[in-house]
C-alpha cells in the first residue's frame, strides 16, 4: 500500500500514534475533498493490471487506490494530506474501537442503515466473513490478522465456513468484538486497511476481480475486464460522515503499457489522469510546460532489491554485503529522473522507528565501491555463480533491473535478467516454489508504523503464496524484537527499539535498499488541478477529490 511523507511527518506521526490517532472525526465533511463541480466521467490509465480487484487479495498501489473508494474498513483516513491524512476515523464503524486494558480485545459497532452498492444490507457478522475470505484464500494480508484469537486454527482446518474464535458479532447490536492472542499496537490500523472492507456474507471464496463484490463506499466497479479496463461508478445514496461522496459519476480505467504514450494522451486530453509517473525524457518538459496541472510528491516508502537467504549466493552474507557495498542509488536516481532519495533502511524517513546513523556502506546518495565488491565475492568464493535477477515491466523497472543485473556481472557474478508483467508479479516472487534468488522489490506503507516494512524481513511471516518477505529473512533475533514490539501500544515510547531493529536489518545485508521514490500527479487540462488533486498520505491520488472544471 502507498503513502506521502511530508515535512516534519515522523514527529507528527509519532504524536498522533502517541494518542490514538487523534478524534474519530466523524463530524468531519472529507476536508474539502468533495469542494468542485459534480456529475461528469474521466479515463484515468495505470500501467499495468491491478494484482487484484478483490479486497481480500487486492495489495498493490494499482489495486488500492481505487479499492479505497469501494470497500469501506471498520476503520478508515480522514480524507487529507499530510500528517492529517494519517488520522484514523470511523469507516462502517459508528467510532473508533474501544480497547482493553491488556490491549487484547477490539469492540466497535456497525452503522445502523448501511447497504452494499446492491442494495444487500450490511450486517456485523460480515466483517468475520470478510476476514475469513483473507485467511482463506492464503492473502497477502493473511499476516495481519494471525493475531486473532482461532485464525491460525481455522486457516489449519481447511474450512471456509468454519468460524474464527475470536471474532464475535451481534447482527442485533451490530456489536463487534475482536480478541487477540497477543497485544498488537499496530491493530487499529489493521482495521482500516482494504483487507477489512466489508463484503456480504455470501461473497464466493475464490478471486473475484472479474465480478468484484459489493462494497460499502462513494464507488462501485460495474465493469471488469482483465488486463484492459475496469470502470467505477458514483454509488447513489452513499452517506457515511468524514468520507466524500465523490464529485464524478464515471471513472473508467485503462490499461496502457507504454508511459510515453499515456503522459501524451494527458497532454492532448485523451486521458484525465495516469497513475505512473511520466518517463524520464518527457518528465523535463512536462515540469515546464505544464506545471498549472503537474506535481512530484515523495513517499513513506522503501525500493531494494531482494537477496533470497534460502537460495546461494545470497545464503553467503558477504555476498548481500557485496551487492550493498556495489550499489550505486546516483545511477538508478538518473534512471528515474531525479525523483528518489537515496536511503540505507528497510523503514523509511517519516515513520517512527527510522534510524538517521550514517550507513555503514558508504553515502546512500553517492556511487557504489565496485572494486571493493569484488573482493568480497572473491572471499565468498562467489566469483561466476549464475544469478537470474527479476524484475517487472512497469515504468522504469526494466531499466533498473538492467542496471542491475550489470552491477551483478560487474561485481564478480554471472547475472541474466527476467521481465515479467506487472500485473503477476509479486505473485510470481511470492510464491516459495519461484524459488527467486534476487530482484526489484518496493513497499508503500500500509499504515504509519514501522511494523508495515518490518515484516517484510519477519521469519513468522513467511508463507508458501503471497509471500511479502521475498528474501526469506528468517533471523529469530528479529522475529523475537518485532513480536515483542508488537505489544506496545505506545509507539513513541518504544521508537529507538525498532531503529536498532532498523540498524540491524542492513547491517546483516538482508536488504540492498536504494531509496524512497517520488510519485506524481499529472492531470488533464479539462481537470481542476487546483481545487480537486488531493493526495492522501497512504494512498495517493484520491479519486473522490478529482472534478472537471
Known amino acids: 500500500s502507498r503513502a506521502l511523507r511530508t515535512p516534519a511527518l515522523a514527529l507528527a506521526l509519532a504524536a498522533l500514534l502517541a494518542v490514538g490517532c487523534g478524534s474519530s472525526g466523524s463530524d468531519d465533511d472529507g476536508g474539502g475533498a468533495s469542494a468542485g463541480q459534480q456529475g461528469g466521467a474521466i479515463t484515468i490509465a495505470q500501467g499495468s493490471q491491478p494484482d487484484a480487484l478483490d479486497p481480500a487479495l487486492a495489495y498493490t498501489s494499482?489495486?488500492?487506490?481505487?479499492?479505497?473508494?469501494?470497500?469501506?474498513a471498520p476503520l478508515t483516513?480522514?480524507?487529507?494530506?499530510?500528517?492529517?491524512?494519517?488520522?484514523l476515523i470511523p469507516g462502517v464503524a459508528t467510532d473508533l474501537p474501544e480497547i482493553s486494558e491488556d490491549g487484547r480485545t477490539y469492540t466497535f459497532t456497525i452503522r445502523d442503515g448501511l447497504e452494499y452498492s446492491d442494495g444487500t444490507p450490511v450486517k456485523a457478522s460480515d466483517f468475520e466473513h470478510a476476514i475469513k475470505r483473507v485467511l482463506n484464500l492464503e492473502s497477502g494480508g493473511t499476516y495481519l490478522f494471525e493475531g486473532i484469537e482461532g485464525a491460525t486454527e481455522y486457516i489449519e482446518a481447511g474450512d471456509p465456513e468454519g468460524d474464527i474464535a475470536g471474532i464475535e458479532a451481534d447482527d442485533a447490536t451490530g456489536e463487534v468484538t475482536v480478541r487477540l492472542t497477543a497485544a498488537d499496537g499496530s491493530f487499529s490500523n489493521v482495521l482500516a486497511t482494504s483487507f477489512a472492507g466489508l463484503v456480504p456474507s455470501s461473497t464466493p471464496f475464490r478471486n473475484m476481480t472479474e465480478d468484484p463484490p459489493p462494497g460499502v463506499g462513494p464507488y462501485a466497479i460495474t465493469e471488469s475486464v482483465p488486463n484492459r479496463q475496469f470502470v467505477m461508478e458514483k454509488v447513489d445514496g452513499f452517506d457515511i460522515p468524514g468520507i466524500p461522496a465523490g464529485n464524478l459519476d464515471t471513472i473508467t480505467t485503462e490499461i496502457v503499457k507504454s508511459p510515453a504514450r499515456a503522459a501524451q494522451d494527458v497532454i492532448d486530453g485523451r486521458l484525465d489522469y495516469m497513475q505512473d509517473p511520466p518517463p524520464t525524457d518527457l518528465a523535463a518538459e512536462i515540469r515546464e510546460a505544464h506545471a498549472d496541472r503537474y506535481?512530484?510528491?515523495?513517499?513513506?516508502?522503501?525500493?531494494?532489491?531482494?537477496?533470497?537467504?534460502?537460495?546461494p549466493p545470497f545464503d553467503d552474507e558477504k555476498v548481500r554485503e557485496a551487492v550493498n557495498v556495489g550499489l550505486d542509488s546516483t545511477a538508478i536516481a538518473r534512471i528515474l529522473g531525479g525523483r528518489l532519495s537515496g536511503s540505507c533502511n528497510i523503514v523509511p524517513d517519516g515513520i517512527p522507528g527510522h534510524s538517521e546513523r550514517e550507513c555503514p556502506f558508504g553515502d546512500p546518495d553517492g556511487p557504489g565501491d565496485v572494486e571493493a565488491a569484488k573482493k568480497l565475492i572473491e572471499e565468498a568464493g562467489a566469483t561466476g555463480e549464475k544469478v537470474t535477477v527479476w524484475a517487472n515491466n512497469d515504468a522504469t523497472r526494466p531499466e533498473i533491473g538492467q542496471y542491475y543485473t550489470g552491477l551483478l556481472d560487474e561485481i564478480g557474478l554471472d547475472a541474466d535478467l527476467?521481465?515479467?508483467?506487472?500485473?503477476?508479479y509479486f505473485d510470481?516472487?511470492?510464491?516459495?516454489?519461484?524459488?527467486?534468488?534476487?530482484?526489484?522489490?518496493?513497499?508503500?506503507?500500509?499504515?504509519?508504523?514501522?511494523?508495515?516494512?518490518?515484516?517484510?524481513v519477519d521469519g513468522t511471516a513467511i508463507q508458501p503464496t503471497a509471500n511479502g518477505n521475498y528474501g526469506m529473512v528468517d533471523d529469530p533475533e528479529i522475529?523475537?524484537?518485532?513480536?515483542?514490539?508488537?505489544?506496545?501500544?505506545?509507539?513513541?515510547?518504544?521508537?529507538?527499539?525498532?531503529?536498532?531493529?532498523d540498524e540491524r536489518v542492513i547491517d546483516r545485508s538482508y536488504i540492498a535498499p536504494y531509496g524512497s521514490e517520488e510519485l506524481t500527479t499529472f492531470l488533464s487540462d479539462?481537470?481542476?488541478?487546483?481545487?480537486?488533486?488531493?493526495?492522501?498520505?497512504?494512498?495517493?491520488?484520491?479519486y473522490s477529490s478529482f472534478c472537471l472544471k
Request: with cysteine.
Open 62 to 72: 494499482n489495486s488500492w487506490e481505487p479499492l479505497w473508494l469501494v470497500y469501506t
Open 77 to 87: 483516513y480522514k480524507r487529507a494530506e499530510g500528517t492529517e491524512g494519517a488520522e
Open 295 to 311: 506535481k512530484e510528491w515523495p513517499t513513506l516508502s522503501v525500493n531494494y532489491f531482494f537477496l533470497n537467504q534460502s537460495l
Open 418 to 424: 527476467k521481465v515479467i508483467d506487472g500485473a503477476i
Open 428 to 456: 510470481t516472487i511470492g510464491n516459495v516454489k519461484t524459488r527467486a534468488q534476487t530482484g526489484l522489490a518496493n513497499w508503500y506503507a500500509d499504515f504509519p508504523h514501522p511494523a508495515t516494512f518490518l515484516q517484510q
Open 479 to 501: 522475529n523475537e524484537e518485532i513480536a515483542e514490539l508488537l505489544t506496545e501500544t505506545d509507539l513513541p515510547s518504544v521508537a529507538d527499539r525498532w531503529e536498532a531493529l
Open 526 to 542: 479539462r481537470m481542476d488541478f487546483e481545487n480537486c488533486s488531493l493526495v492522501h498520505p497512504l494512498y495517493g491520488n484520491d
